[in-house]
């Protein structure tokens, strides 16, 4: 019978599928919704709302599989939908009961299920089906209810889980018959005890049995001592989180900061988010009392009283205990403990008072002040355990209570007679301020208490003494000096120390949500409306042209408000544009309108003489202004004629001139009956009307009249219907009586009454109001205001005053945010958020007040604009120049004076902190400072460097407190703070910097060239001071404007800093240079250099003309719009521009931005500059990537955030009109950018040094180009890498590892692109990079990218490999070569043809390099492959053979070559492989090229660029031999060429020309029929760098012949200076060959079976070789350019032969020792002197035995170590002492891993090491510790300790106590014993008078030259003259026998030299040398073969 087919469900709705019976089909539907609800992206679309109803099915689905896939859709769903909480009570159930007991995959979808819907905030529901799945009779159910409650206990924290349900629910659990039920029931346990700690137990212990608990408390010790944390979080708290993480990390570190608190309590906290108490069950202590507990505490027996006080002692001390009313119970415990005589009752009674103060906590508070006075009486009791037990109870009632409310029986105390109570109480004060913070101790508490306790310090006894002083010192600290101040003014300084160091010693522990209290003390004042006499008033604005300056206005009375300040900039944010201006920041005096009633513009309210005018006498004038009917009207009961009563009213006033109206009078008329209280709305609208006419017209209208009418007003501010009218007329009063006298009144009415509607609208007025007038307010009496508005109940009220902080600040900024510190964190984060929303807005232009642009003068105020800010340097206003400020100068004494100039540093430093207690205090203050800046600028030369860094923070607080007048400092401070920019240390040079940025945001950069600050600190010669103050100005002049002409004093010492000797110095003043020039101009310059060195002159006339071009002109002009681009059509023309054209200037190219960027910005110049800037090194970049600070520049696609970075990194790089053109979303402006750019580094561009500085983000840049698809584009941009490549080559610029990690990768991939043209040229860009960058590196990333998909991307990946390879040998070859041809060999395989072909062509080359090695390393290649690379190979070599007529014959001749040239060289048919690759598969012709085609099969066009070959060959690479000299010849195959007739190598001419010009390969002649190479054929060679590269390859030559004539131009070449630069970029890889070619010539030396002629050849061979490598080290910029690793073989081999015993064998062994050691002598003199201590470290390490000791070689490396530090003294300025530490660190980290657990006979390495740290550490002194920053952890490490000692032995001799082997300092390091043990330090008592002498002299000794030496030794034995008591002897004892011959020899050449000048002749140096032969150090061991050839070193 046949299957019946299967059901088609594909064609059915989702709808009907999930209900479908067929389970599959209900599957579908399932799956189907799962990609459904993920796609929707609207939470509540209505594409949810068929399925709602359904989800309770869903999860219960009868089918395992159906409802696996149903759990997941409904999983999606409530992650996806708003409508989800709704399913909760519904699907919850089902998952229970069906979810739980599932399969493990349906299980783990339920619990995601359930904690989904906890997160979407449906806990409680979520927890009750949990909590009645636990009484389930399914045990599996019960246990995964257990487990579910688990996992979100620990995901959500304890705040979001109901921990109390849960600790009643777990109990019954542990009784369950089933383990896994009881196993999760102590899982959720032990979760708990995460949460809540040791407040678990007590609850537990009464419901577990001790077994249980036992359990239990082992799973607890085994927990982490980290708080917990929640893992995850609700939605609203993750809202929450989001949007106030910037205020919660902004948040004070004072005891965490609230916002981080109420952060925690958000998100579900920590242990601390849950308090314990809340957790237990209060116990009715009162209920459970005994009955006859009252009267048994009243019996005589004190057996009885303690038997009634024990039975509630255990009531007591419950955690919690219920409320009720204790006062008969606590009224009885104080008759107990102020009565009772027996100490066990009092004590017990002490007990109960303490556990009720626990228990009740804050419901105690009603009877602590009854109790706390009978606990302080009874602390005259004596007994220890009474006092003890009643301090606790003190202690716990103080908890329940404040100081306040303890106040009176405090003061009791401490007045007591009995000093027992006196003490005590102090002590509990002291424990009470302890726990408060500032807010909690104000100044009514501090006068109750300090006098008393300050009585209490002239105590007689001296406990009562010692606890006042605590109790001070305590209050001290809590509150400050200011606080304190008053009450210690008169106590002794003895007693004041006693104060001072218990508040040193006392420890603060401020109550739980003390700082959330701070505003709960007193009542706020009224905000002060009246600005103190003494306080300088804000500065006013200098007004424009052709504008009246406002008069002054003398202060009026206390009633009134202060003066306007001036309009008020707001300083810029960091994300406003440069040229973002604030509308209202321009102030002008206001235009008046009559003769004193205009308004003043922003100084004082008006106000004009105004008549009294009673109500009567407005009733009687009424009548005759008024005709009669309106008189009557206006208090008719009808409110239509009051209505027509006020219309008339208003014609009057309409009718009227400005002079006629009297405004007081018809505002008091108004006011009749009815007046304002009038109940029509209609008619109290007009009333409010005809006040603003009045207002607007009237000549006089003053305070009087707008008292008058403004609280009515303000009040129908609430009226909906009356607010406009409301809301105009007070604008009105405004423009005539100042916007701050009308605010500030407003606010006071508003504010005087509880309606919140009127508070409301009030502010939201004064919003409106700030945009229309601009900021035209007082700051800090509106701030107070605003304060009381934050202290409203009503939230309204609040949300209107955060929105006129808003307003507020879009003209002051955040900085307003200095007035909030205090609130509330959430109210501090409404504040931020505000602030942060505005920062990016501009204040509106007014259209109101005195600041009102006339049509007609904005075309005036515009130029101005243009001439004005610019030719300032003035910073904007800061918030100090608007703030009321306070005279500081009587609290500057002479006392405090004295005290900054006191010789103890303490002393100075408590001074400081003085000042910086009193400017924190003040916050703004006057000028007026007395003596202090003189005092504070002396303590800038400061010997203590911290004290140096304090007082800059100080002068830093003193400018932002002064404002702009801290200028009348300038000229005192400003050049003391320049001084410091010279320290030393770093963090100094940075504090320095940072107080500079502070007085140059107050005060711009006028002040500093004003009194030539500037030009006199230049000019001193220091490379600190100069290199951080020309950073400095790099960064400020920019947006400096126009300098004054005192500007160009900075000249001088400008040209000086361009000839200073340091490079960095040099580097940033050539930064700085076109910036200045900018200012004073290119003319004044130059002749400036007329008064110079001609060659200086010359110099410097040449920065400035390269300059002269990117020079800004004078007066910059408004920016230009870009170019419109180029057609697509045009572009992708090639642009050939002719050599006789100049570049055009990039600067001219670069437009501005896009029109209409910015609308907000219009008519605002764009920052014109040049198009690159010299911004942050690469150095830094690189090390911001190491640390994480940036993203790794890696991607398969660009993601937003690395375009975002490399945006933010360029904008410090590129001008502003290039970066909006590099990531511009239109190709054509990408192209624009491109052509700026090339421009930028053309030939003679001045912008190259800029573009190599930010190389590494141009390439960036390019790679993010590399991905779009347009062809022209990443053309344009390989052409720009192929122009940036050639400057780098020719600057000699390398690229580092992380500028190529960051491209290269980027390049490889773009090698495969669809497009010929873009693989042809970035096969181009890889021969450049050869340049630039190792080959060897280059290759490993090419390798990887053969790897990839890309056909095209792994054939041009192989090409490149060839010509690498080709080019540089096998060396390149990464990681090793058989590696690399396994990984080419594996590509024969591939099914794509190119691919093959391209691997069969690199596989050749590298046969012509390593022979048949090929087929070894290649691998087990099938039969078809390996015939595929035998028949290409012997194809090649084919191609390679010409035939001619006769015998074949092999000529490698050019046509034109001379006849000698041109013999020709015949070689037998087996001739060797010489060429690899097919000339058309490497590189296709180019047509255009200007040389001449090869005939027939010649070499490929392009060989050879001017590369850099390896730049260090690895061991790997080089033969490693087993011992000095052997070679493993497995690693090489050479081609077997010995029979052949090789040709001589022709000398090559050098005088090549220029590089890199091309030079005619016909006429050149550079080569003629060269020799086959190991490592590469020769070809055209283009550049002497090529023709180099080839002549060391020929080094390695196997024919003698060949290498010979290789090293006679290497020779040759190393006697020419002009061929070092080169041979520089090459020195390692020359080096290597010669090492190479070394090894391999002593290895055929020791081959038996040579002739003597052969062996004759092999010795020149050498001598050239060994000629070669001294001249090497011979050149010192050749020599200090040897990598560490090539020193490493360098010496390997060196030593390696001096002590190989096998080379005795040959006679001229002698001269070739010489050689070697002459050039070990050559590489430490020469060598870089950090490279060659590592290497020489290294070598010691290679060269021990396994067992750790030292060989013959180690003996050697060791003597030459002494020999460089012999020298150390003279060569330290050449060391970077924290690489020596490093490298230190490190041997001494080996050495110890390699002797581990060995036994060491001889301990020369580790002695040797640490005699060079002790040179160092002696000639360093504690410094050395500042060079340590390399290593880790730096205080742990040997080095470190070392150091330490070797610095305090030093320290004791100077004292007086040399230790015995201190000596040793003056000699490098004596000879070592193998069988000698290191001495013993013992210290040698010197005589104090001759102490400090022997350690001068040693000093003078230890100076490392003949000079220092002798006269060191002829003082010595002056001194051993003067002292012939002092036994010297003793201090030699321990020294070595070299030693102590030492000392005597050289005290045997003084009595020499005093027996000659005693007979009058000269000392003969022949005959001292000959006393001194033992004086020198000899580097090698006379070993038998080389007894008299090594001389001393």
Same mark, same amino acid.
């Given at each position: ?690 006040? $603003? ?168 105020? /515009? ?10 340097? $003035? ?67 400061? /010997? ?156 410097? $006339? ?631 201590? $590592? ?259």
């Amino acid at each position: 019978m046949a299957e019946e087919p299967a059901e088609d469900f594909s064609k059915l709705s989702i709808e009907d599928k999930v209900v479908h019976k067929s389970w599959k089909a209900r599957q579908m539907g399932y799956e189907e919704l799962i990609k459904l609800f993920k796609k929707i992206d609207d939470e509540k679309s209505r594409q949810f709302d068929p399925y709602v109803g359904m989800f309770k099915k869903f999860v219960v689905d009868s089918n395992v599989m159906a409802q696996e896939k149903a759990l997941e859709a409904t999983l999606s769903f409530v992650e996806f939908a708003a409508a989800a909480p709704k399913t909760c009570g519904e699907v919850v159930p089902g998952l229970v009961a069906k979810g739980f007991n599932g399969k493990p995959k349906t299980k783990q979808l339920a619990f995601d299920l359930c904690l989904m819907y906890i997160e979407i905030e449906k806990q409680d529901i979520v927890q009750e089906e949990l909590f009645a799945g636990l009484k389930h009779k399914q045990p599996k159910i019960v246990a995964a209810c257990l487990d579910l409650l688990t996992s979100a206990l620990r995901l959500f924290g304890a705040k979001v889980m109901d921990v109390k349900r849960l600790m009643k629910v777990i109990p019954p659990q542990f009784d369950h018959r089933d383990k896994t039920v009881r196993e999760g029931a102590k899982g959720l346990v032990v979760e708990l005890y995460r949460w809540l700690g040791p407040a678990l137990k007590p609850n537990l212990e009464t419901n577990l049995k001790p077994v249980q608990m036992k359990e239990i408390e082992e799973e607890w010790s085994k927990l982490p001592s980290k708080a917990a944390a929640p893992e995850r979080y609700l939605r609203s708290q993750q809202k929450k989180q989001q949007s106030s993480a910037a205020a919660v990390s902004g948040a004070g570190d004072e005891e965490g900061s609230e916002g981080e608190e109420e952060m925690d309590d958000t998100a579900g906290g920590g242990p601390e988010g849950v308090d314990p108490y809340d957790l237990f069950d209060p116990v009715d202590m009162l209920g459970q009392m005994p009955k006859d507990f009252f009267d048994n505490i009243a019996d005589a027996k004190w057996k009885i009283r303690k038997e009634a006080l024990e039975a509630i002692l255990p009531l007591a001390t419950k955690p919690k205990l219920a409320a009720g009313d204790y006062g008969e119970l606590v009224r009885t415990l104080r008759k107990v403990i102020t009565k009772d005589s027996n100490v066990m009752v009092v004590a017990l009674a002490g007990n109960i008072v303490k556990g009720l103060a626990i228990g009740l906590r804050k419901n105690f508070q009603p009877y602590s002040a009854n109790i706390i006075g009978g606990i302080l009486e009874k602390f005259k009791e004596k007994k220890v355990s009474v006092v003890t037990a009643l301090k606790e109870a003190a202690d716990a009632v103080y908890l329940c209570t404040t100081l306040g409310g303890i106040e009176e029986e405090a003061k009791a105390g401490l007045g007591d007679k009995n000093p027992s109570v006196k003490s005590e109480t102090s002590l509990f004060l002291s424990r009470c301020f302890q726990q408060c913070s500032p807010d909690m101790m104000p100044k009514g508490l501090l006068k109750a208490f300090c006098p008393l306790l300050v009585q209490c310090l002239s105590d007689n006894t001296p406990a009562v003494r010692e606890a006042a002083a605590e109790a001070l010192g305590t209050a001290l600290k809590v509150v400050g000096e200011r606080m304190m101040g008053a009450y210690l003014d008169g106590v002794e300084s003895l007693k004041m120390a006693k104060i001072n160091e218990f508040k040193d010693k006392v420890e603060l522990r401020p109550l739980k949500g003390a700082k959330k209290s701070k505003k709960t003390g007193k009542p706020k004042a009224e905000p002060v409306v009246k600005e103190e006499v003494e306080e300088e008033p804000p500065p006013v604005p200098k007004p424009k042209k052709k504008k009246a300056a406002s008069k002054k206005v003398k202060e009026e009375a206390s009633a009134e408000p202060p003066k306007d300040p001036k309009p008020v900039a707001k300083p810029p944010s960091k994300k406003a544009t440069a040229g973002k201006k604030q509308a209202a920041a321009k102030p002008s005096s206001g235009k008046g309108k009559g003769k004193g009633g205009g308004a003043t513009g922003v100084g004082e309210a008006p106000d004009p003489a105004e008549e009294n005018i009673t109500t009567e006498d407005a009733e009687e004038r009424a009548a005759t202004l008024l005709p009669g009917n309106v008189c009557q009207m206006l208090s008719s009961a009808k409110w239509k004629d009051r209505l027509e009563a006020h219309e008339g009213i208003q014609k009057i006033i309409e009718g009227m001139s400005p002079d006629e109206v009297n405004s007081l009078l018809l505002v008091k008329i108004l006011g009749l009956k009815p007046g304002w209280k009038d109940n029509n709305f209609q008619v109290v609208k007009i009333k409010v009307t005809l006040v $603003g006419i009045i207002a607007a017209k009237a000549t006089v209208f003053g305070r009087k009249s707008t008292s008058t009418a403004l609280p009515t007003i303000v009040d129908k501010l609430a009226d909906a219907k009356i607010k406009a009218q409301s809301s105009e007329t007070l604008m009105l009063i405004a423009e005539r009586m100042t916007l701050n006298y009308v605010s500030l009144n407003v606010l006071k009415h508003a504010f005087g009454q509880k309606n919140p509607k009127v508070q409301h609208e009030s502010l939201e007025w004064l919003s409106q109001a700030l945009k229309e007038f601009g900021f035209l307010i007082n700051i800090k009496p509106h701030v107070e205001f605003v304060n009381k508005a934050f202290e409203s109940t009503n939230p309204t009220v609040r949300s209107s005053a955060v929105s006129l902080l808003g307003v507020m600040g879009l003209y002051v900024g955040a900085q307003l945010r200095m007035f909030f510190e205090d609130a509330k964190p959430a109210l501090l984060q409404q504040i931020d958020a505000v602030f942060e929303k505005s920062s990016d807005d501009t204040p509106p232009t007014p259209t109101r007040g005195p600041n009102v642009k006339s049509s007609e003068g904005e075309e005036e105020e /515009s130029e101005d604009e243009d001439s004005g800010p610019s030719a300032k340097a $003035g910073p904007p206003q800061s918030m100090a120049d608007l703030m009321p400020k306070v005279d500081i100068s009587p609290q500057i004494k002479s006392e405090l004076i004295n005290e900054l100039g006191d010789k103890n540093w303490k002393v100075r430093g408590e001074a400081l902190q003085k000042v910086t207690d009193m400017l924190s205090a003040a916050k703004f203050i006057q000028p007026s400072l007395g003596d202090l800046p003189g005092a504070l600028k002396a303590r800038l030369n400061d /010997s203590n460097k911290n004290l140096v860094t304090i007082t800059l923070n100080i002068l830093s607080s003193m400018a932002t407190a002064m404002g702009s007048s801290c200028s009348k400092h300038s000229r005192t401070l400003l050049p003391a703070i320049l001084t410091v920019l010279a320290d030393a240390k770093p963090q100094v040079r940075l504090a320095a910097a940072n107080t500079l940025n502070v007085w140059h945001d107050q005060l711009g950069l006028v002040p500093f060239v004003e009194g030539e600050s500037l030009s006199t600190a230049l000019a001193t010669e220091n490379p600190n001071l100069r290199t951080e103050l020309l950073q400095w100005l790099n960064e400020k002049l920019p947006n400096a404007g126009k300098m004054p002409a005192e500007f160009s004093a900075i000249i001088t010492p400008l040209f000086s800093c361009l000839e200073d000797r340091s490079a960095e110095v040099r580097k940033r003043a050539q930064e700085i240079l076109p910036l200045i020039m900018a200012q004073v101009g290119y003319d004044a310059m130059m002749k400036q250099t007329g008064k110079m060195k001609q060659a200086s002159k010359q110099q410097i $006339g040449g920065l400035l003309d390269k300059h002269r071009a990117a020079m800004p002109s004078a007066k910059p002009s408004k920016a230009k719009q870009p170019p419109p681009p180029q057609e697509e059509e045009e572009i992708e023309k090639p642009v050939k521009s002719s050599p006789s054209k100049k570049t055009k200037s990039a600067a001219s190219k670069v437009g501005g931005s896009k029109k209409g960027t910015s609308s907000k910005s219009k008519g605002n110049d764009e920052e014109s500059g040049p198009p690159l800037v010299m911004g942050p090194t690469v150095q830094q970049r690189e090390k911001d990537e190491k640390n994480y600070k940036v993203l790794k520049w890696s991607f398969s696609t660009p993601r937003p955030e690395f375009t975002d970075q490399l945006r933010d990194q360029l904008q410090q790089c590129v001008s502003k009109s290039l970066l909006v053109q590099l990531f511009h979303d239109d190709f054509k402006q990408h192209l624009t950018a491109l052509q700026v750019l090339k421009d930028c580094i053309s030939d003679d561009a001045p912008y190259q040094s800029e573009a190599l500085n930010c190389a590494d983000l141009l390439l960036k840049w390019v790679t993010l180009r590399f991905f779009n698809t347009n062809t022209t584009v990443n053309l344009k941009c390989l052409e720009f890498l192929s122009i940036l490549f050639g400057v780098m080559s020719r600057g000699k610029h390398r690229m580092t590892d992380f500028e190529a990690s960051s491209f290269i990768p980027f390049l490889v991939t773009k090698s495969g692109d669809a497009k010929d043209a873009v693989r042809k040229e970035v096969r181009g860009l890889f021969d450049q990079l050869s340049c630039i960058y190792p080959p060897p590196k280059m290759y490993a990333f090419v390798a990887d990218g053969s790897k990839s998909k890309n056909a095209r991307q792994r054939t041009e990946c192989l090409e490149i490999l060839g010509i690498l390879i080709q080019n540089n040998g096998v060396v390149v070859c990464q990681p090793s070569v058989q590696k690399a041809v396994h990984q080419i060999g594996s590509f024969i395989s591939e099914k794509d043809s190119t691919v093959r072909n391209a691997a069969l062509n690199t596989l050749v080359i590298l046969y012509d390099n390593i022979g048949d090695a090929v087929y070894k390393h290649v691998g087990n290649l099938p039969a078809k492959d390996m015939s595929m690379l035998e028949e290409r190979i012997r194809r090649a070599a084919k191609r390679s053979t010409p035939e001619s007529s006769g015998d074949k014959t092999v000529t490698i001749l050019e046509d034109t070559a001379t006849e000698e040239d041109q013999s020709v060289k015949t070689a037998p048919k087996e001739l060797p492989r010489i060429r690899a690759i097919d000339p058309d598969a490497v590189r296709p012709v180019d047509p255009s090229s200007d040389q001449p085609p090869v005939q027939g099969n010649s070499e490929p066009q392009e060989f050879l660029q001017e590369g850099e070959a390896n730049t260090f060959i690895k061991r790997s690479v080089i033969p490693v031999p087993d011992g000095p000299l052997e070679i493993d010849w497995s690693k090489y195959n050479y081609p077997n060429i010995s029979h052949l007739k090789m040709p001589r190598l022709k000398d090559i001419r050098l005088d090549f020309g220029e590089d890199p010009e091309i030079v005619d390969y016909a006429t050149s002649q550079l080569l003629s029929n060269p020799p086959p190479s190991l490592t590469f054929s020769p070809k055209r060679m283009k550049t002497t760098s090529a023709a180099i590269t080839y002549i060391i390859s020929q080094i390695t030559n196997t024919e003698m012949s060949a290498s010979l004539s290789a090293l006679k131009q290497i020779d040759d070449l190393l006697g020419k200076a002009e061929y070092h630069d080169t041979l520089t970029l090459k020195v390692d890889q020359l080096l290597c060959a010669l090492l190479m070619q070394l090894r391999m010539t002593f290895t055929n030396q020791l081959q038996q079976g040579l002739s003597p002629e052969t062996r004759k050849q092999v010795f020149t061979l050498c001598k050239r070789m060994s000629k070669c490598l001294v001249q090497t080290f011979n050149v010192p910029k050749l020599a200090s350019s040897v990598s560490r690793d090539t020193l490493i073989e360098v010496e390997r081999d060196i030593i390696g032969m001096l002590c190989d015993e096998r080379l005795e064998q040959l006679e001229e062994i002698d001269q070739f020792n010489r050689t070697l050691n002459v050039l070990m002598l050559k590489v430490m003199e020469n060598g870089e002197r950090n490279a060659v201590y $590592g290497s020489l470290l290294h070598f010691t390490l290679e060269s021990l035995n396994e067992d750790g000791n030292p060989t013959k070689l180690t003996e050697v490396v060791v003597k030459c170590l002494w020999k460089l530090t012999r020298n150390l003294n003279s060569t330290l300025h050449e060391l970077n002492i924290a690489q020596l530490l490093l490298d230190i660190h490190n041997f001494w980290i080996c050495y110890a891993r390699i002797t581990e657990g060995k036994k060491i006979e001889d301990n020369t390495p580790i002695r040797t090491v640490k005699t060079i740290l002790f040179h160092l550490a002696t000639l360093v002194g504690s410094k050395v510790f500042d060079h340590m920053t390399l290593i880790e952890n730096a205080k742990q490490s040997l080095v470190y300790k070392y150091a330490a000692k070797s610095i305090s032995r030093k320290r004791l001799s100077v004292e007086g106590k040399v230790p015995s082997t201190a000596v040793a300092r003056n000699v490098e390091v004596t000879e070592v014993k193998e069988t000698q043990k290191p001495a013993e330090l013992h210290i040698v008592p010197i005589p104090p008078e001759m102490g400090t002498r022997l350690g001068d002299i040693l000093q003078t000794m230890n100076r490392k030259d003949n000079l220092h030496e002798r006269q060191g030794f002829r003082d010595l034995y002056r001194l051993l003259e003067e002292f012939p008591s002092f036994d010297f002897e003793a201090v030699m004892v321990n020294q070595t026998a070299w030693f102590k011959k030492y000392m005597k020899k050289g005290l045997k050449v003084v009595e020499y030299e005093r027996e000659c000048h005693s007979r009058k002749k000269k000392p003969l140096e022949e005959e001292i040398q000959n006393i001194m032969e033992c004086g020198e150090i000899w580097v090698i061991h006379t070993y038998s073969h080389i007894n008299n050839t090594v001389g001393p070193l």
